[in-house]
């Protein structure tokens, strides 16, 4: 290899390049985007369909058939889910390549323009929404005022939204809990009864002045004018001022019998704050900055802001981000510092001071090399980069470990300092790049994982790759060059401070060597005894346990209150706050921000806010950060406690690590006809709710509601002429009002001009008597005379899954119980229901996401085993040399099982993850054994003679690139997080097993598959 004598010969040249990777990776490390989690493309789309007064089997019919055809019809997709409710479906699609995630939305937006005119011409809302991981916001701000008007909140709430937008890294800022400003028309039924005024007199008026009708245009000479109606109102006066009807001499106007001012329109979602009412202002950062940065200019603008709140007004951050990603940004870099210095000790331990310099110095300067490629490739610092950075310092320093120790063996049988490094170098060049390139194998097919699961770990194996490459290029010249200015041959001493050398020549002479001998003697017997130990490992595999992602160590929670279809606004408000003071009671707790009517505006990348509906609200909790190891107790207590509350499911929910899903357990219910569906999902219910581990149950179909029908005496009202058409309109207004028209001001600005009653602001049922509704004849009649109002069985909720009927009942798994057999239980009772033909289930959730996510990885570590293969295959120029490598791999399962066992980690998707690196980083021992035995071959030494002494030559750095990959995974492992301790644990343990008996096996691999006629070759 002549790339380590260029390097030392030309040792300027090598210099500038190094120095030249650091220089860059330390501009990298200070500016390069700071985040908490990985971005994640989301090739994804929701489409919104609103059709008020439509039950859900009519909105299937009209609505959501047509809509799923047309998505259905374009590539790639591979799910499409639709809730369909009273008036309102909300179709989610999504597609398998990410990569193209803004192309498919351009073709959901184009599917729907087409469909358009399939769909019904009154339908109020058709929508497609775009789903990105960037709408995650990094700080909601809260204005708090108990007496503002919100009219006047609103435009306070816009002036800082402008504000926020306009400072450096602001993707978006947006309002929430606003209600929508309208002008009211109050109609007073007493007075308009007196004047034989109906409901349907008022209507027709104001909608008739608020007609503006084009003029068209007219010629007048050479020229030619466009005619401008007025239709508009400009004013609440010209409201006030419009004509209902005319008796005798009398002109009755809107003033005459309504009140007419500007008012909130009825609530449909309402924030407050620690119990005080508020208006919500989100910001969302632009992808690539540093939060960090953005986070400062919006507290710095905030300040500015605050100056010019009127009086009653008060401003208050509820949320910021960069408080979580300072501690995870300080843990890892801890952990990657705590790992460091654990390598330089062990190290320093068993090499010399020179050598353990050389060896620490590759460290930092690989990394920071590594960090200007990982900057330059666009991604960001965030936990998946720094983990994977951990990961790779304990292998980095293998490569600079074994050059080094043969750099000081060639120096210590007598050669030259500059001869020996470039010797030392080359002659371990190709195994080091061997053993690289297998490491290499291992994580590059992570890279090439599909689908969100894929996307999140994706910074992960990236860091690793490129740390290990600047790692190969730093040990193949900086490594020689630095040994050639500061190696010196070794000289006899008396006395020395570190008996570690002393101890592990004594270990390799009375002990390792004879035992190798012996096994060596007896080869069968030592496997025999090696398999039996790895078949019994096995049989412990099913008390592990497999799982996908854990909990998220957040000092955060959600509780969603979700009484049944049907519950007002009012009484779900009432629930939430029940809710609210029990939290705000906690001395735990930080904050409570209570939603009523949608989800929390979003602030975790895996948590979508539900929208806008009457009977839900949610709370986004959190916890001084001191108490953040509570959160878990907090969470069964606060449940235990909420149960007791009739007629409302409580969900208190944890955050989670990984993508998004529907729930831990996800149970879809297949079939044709609703009332069975509804059926069956309740004994799917039933048996959810009778799994220990299930909690927060929820099963929509399964509600029971009730609505009301307006049943019209179709002969009375033929007799009396009245229109159907007006009765329908005024049960409307009478019960929560009609919009007829809009006014836009002088400022420009628009608003709904929405008819109701006087005095039902709350409105009842009692309202229906007081209305009067007018027949052809000008006659005015009760409306009670002509219909009643019957109570009658509300059609249940139901979903589509892939354009079929289906119900949906999902729960969460507690802490202690395992997802995997949570779901087992529950699919096992459910194989003892009676299912109907054509019925049936189907598991989705975390299973189906894991079986999704643990078929990419395995095909990844299948990709990875072929590709380190053909590697071997090419540097020994063999098959069964190979073979002899790869018998690392079933022993390091041993320890993989072992050590999960213990420590009472699963084997998740993380600890899978772990498993395929340490495919490529066992090898590396046998590799080195074998290429080194295949050099004393190629001196004249028999097979046994040669097995032997390449075990006792290669124990030393074997035993130390083990024990600093340990040394550096370490402090991750033990850092109590759960994301990341399965994963290091599981390194950790199968890289003990595999090298203690590939320093066995391997040797006694060697000789029973090598003859003694095999060609030696160098």
């Known amino acids: 290899m002549r790339i380590p004598r260029l390097a030392v010969n030309n040792y300027q040249f090598t210099l500038v390049v190094v ?63 639709t809730v369909i409710e009273d008036g309102l479906s909300l179709t989610h699609i999504e597609f398998h390549e990410l990569e193209e995630a803004e192309d498919y939305y351009d073709d959901v937006v184009q599917a729907m323009a087409q469909v358009r005119d399939q769909l019904p011409a009154d339908l109020l809302r058709l929508e497609a929404l775009r789903i990105s991981p960037s709408d995650v916001n990094i700080m909601m701000v809260a204005l708090l005022s108990e007496s503002a008007p919100y009219r006047d909140l609103k435009r306070i709430a816009e002036r800082l939204e402008t504000r926020l937008e306009a400072s450096p890294g602001v993707k978006q800022a947006d309002v929430w809990a606003i209600p929508d400003q309208q002008v009211q028309i109050r109609a007073d039924l007493e007075r308009m009864g007196h004047l034989g005024i109906s409901l349907d007199n008022l209507l027709e008026a104001v909608q008739a002045a608020a007609v503006n009708v084009p003029g068209g245009h007219v010629d007048a000479g050479n020229r030619r004018f466009t005619v401008r109606t007025s239709g508009d109102f400009k004013s609440i006066e010209d409201i006030r001022s419009t004509t209902v009807k005319a008796i005798g001499d009398h002109i009755v106007f809107v003033g005459d019998i309504a009140e007419v001012e500007f008012a909130d329109a009825d609530p449909t979602h309402e924030a407050r704050v620690d119990g005080k009412r508020a208006v919500l202002v989100s910001v969302a950062q632009r992808d690539g900055t540093n939060i960090f940065s953005v986070v400062e200019g919006v507290r710095e603008t905030l300040g500015r802001f605050q100056d010019d709140l009127p009086e009653g007004v008060t401003s208050a951050v509820v949320f910021d981000q960069t408080g979580s990603v300072q501690k995870m940004v300080t843990v890892l870099t801890g952990n990657l510092l705590q790992g460091l210095g654990l390598v330089g000790i062990v190290v320093l331990l068993v090499l010399s001071i020179r050598q353990s310099l050389v060896v620490v110095l590759a460290i930092p300067v690989s990394m920071m090399i590594a960090i200007g490629w990982i900057d330059v490739a666009g991604y960001g610092l965030q936990q998946m980069t720094i983990a994977g950075l951990v990961i790779a310092l304990g292998l980095l320093v293998d490569n600079a470990i074994v050059i080094t120790e043969n750099i000081g063996r060639l120096l210590a049988e007598g050669e030259k300092t500059q001869q020996a490094a470039i010797r030392g170098t080359s002659q371990m060049g190709w195994a080091v790049a061997s053993g690289t390139a297998t490491t290499l194998l291992a994580f590059v097919p992570m890279m ?28 193949l010249t900086f490594t020689p060059l630095l040994s050639s200015r500061f190696l010196r041959p070794p000289t006899a001493r008396r006395f020395t401070l570190n008996p570690i050398p002393w101890l592990l020549e004594r270990f390799i002479r009375y ?86 009517g949608r989800g929390n505006p979003r602030v975790y990348y895996n948590i979508r806010p539900k929208r806008e509906t009457p009977n839900y609200a949610q709370l986004f909790v959190q916890f001084h950060q001191q108490h953040q190891p509570q959160v878990a107790t907090v969470v069964e207590q606060l449940r235990e406690q909420l149960a007791g509350v009739p007629g409302v499911e409580f969900e208190v929910k944890e955050f989670t690590q990984g993508p998004p899903i529907d729930a831990a357990v996800a149970i879809w219910v297949v079939g044709d006809n609703i009332d069975t569906l509804k059926e069956l999902s309740l004994q799917v219910e039933e048996a959810v709710r009778g799994e220990p581990g299930a909690v927060n149950v929820d099963n929509p179909t399964g509600n029971y509601k009730t609505d009301l029908l307006v049943d019209i005496n179709r002969d009375k009202a033929g007799l009396l002429g009245i229109p159907l058409v007006t009765i329908d309109r005024s049960v409307r207004t009478s019960l929560v009002g009609t919009t007829v028209g809009n006014m836009r001001d002088e400022l420009g600005d628009e608003y709904d001009i929405l008819v109701r009653l006087a005095d039902n602001d709350k409105p009842s049922l009692d309202d229906f008597d007081r209305v009067t509704v007018t027949g052809l004849g000008g006659a005015t009649v009760p409306l009670r005379h002509v219909a009643r109002m019957l109570p009658v069985p509300g059609q249940a909720s139901f979903r589509h899954l892939n354009l079929e009927r289906t119900t949906l009942v999902t729960a ?19 194989d003892g229901v009676d299912w109907p033909p054509g019925y049936g289930y189907r598991i989705g959730g975390e299973e189906q996401q894991r079986e999704e996510s643990f078929a990419g990885i395995t095909k990844a570590l299948m990709i990875a085993l072929l590709g380190i293969f053909a590697v071997l295959v090419l540097q020994f120029r063999s098959f069964l040399q190979p073979l002899i490598v790869f018998a690392a791999i079933p022993f390091a399962i041993i320890g993989v099982i072992f050590c999960l066992l213990l420590t009472g980690n699963t084997f998740s998707f993380m600890a899978f993850i772990g498993f395929s690196s340490l495919v490529g980083i066992v090898v590396n021992n046998s590799i080195i054994l074998v290429d080194y035995a295949n050099q004393l071959r190629s001196r004249g030494l028999s097979v046994q003679a040669a097995a032997l002494e390449s075990g006792k030559t290669r124990l030393v750095p074997i035993l130390l690139t083990t024990l600093t990959t340990v040394g550096g995974l370490l402090p991750l492992t033990l850092s109590s997080s759960t994301l990341w301790a399965p994963l290091g644990w599981t390194i950790i343990g199968g890289l003990i097993s595999s090298s203690v008996l590939t320093l066995y096996v391997v040797p006694v691999l060697y000789k029973l598959m090598t003859p003694e006629s095999a060609k030696r070759s160098g």
Do not use: C, W
């Open 511 to 596: 002990l390792y060597g004879p035992l190798l001998g012996l096994s060596l003697r007896f080869p069968l017997l030592l496997l025999a005894l090696a398999l039996a130990v790895f078949a019994y490992s096995l049989t412990f595999f099913g008390a592990v346990g497999v799982s996908l992602f854990p909990k998220a160590e957040k000092p955060q929670f959600m509780v969603d209150v979700r009484p049944p279809d049907g519950t007002s606004y009012d009484h779900t408000r009432r629930l939430a706050l029940l809710a609210e003071e029990r939290l705000l009671g906690l001395p735990e707790v930080a904050s409570v921000t209570t939603n009523i």
């Open 19 to 81: 120095l030249l990777g650091v220089v860059l990776g330390g501009i990298s490390l200070l500016t390069m985007p700071r985040s908490e989690d990985p971005q994640v493309t989301l090739a994804m789309a929701d489409v919104i369909a609103v059709y008020p007064g439509t039950t859900p089997q009519d909105m299937e019919k009209l609505v959501v058939d047509p809509i799923e055809e047309a998505l259905n019809s374009l590539d790639d997709v591979k799910e499409i889910k």
């Open 812 to 830: 969460d798994v507690a802490r202690g119980y395992r997802v995997a057999e949570v779901t087992a239980n529950i699919a096992a009772r459910l």
């Open 448 to 475: 090439m994982l599909q689908g969100p699961t894929g996307q999140f770990i994706r910074s992960l194996p990236v860091a690793v790759v490129f740390t290990l490459t600047a790692s190969l290029l730093v040990a």
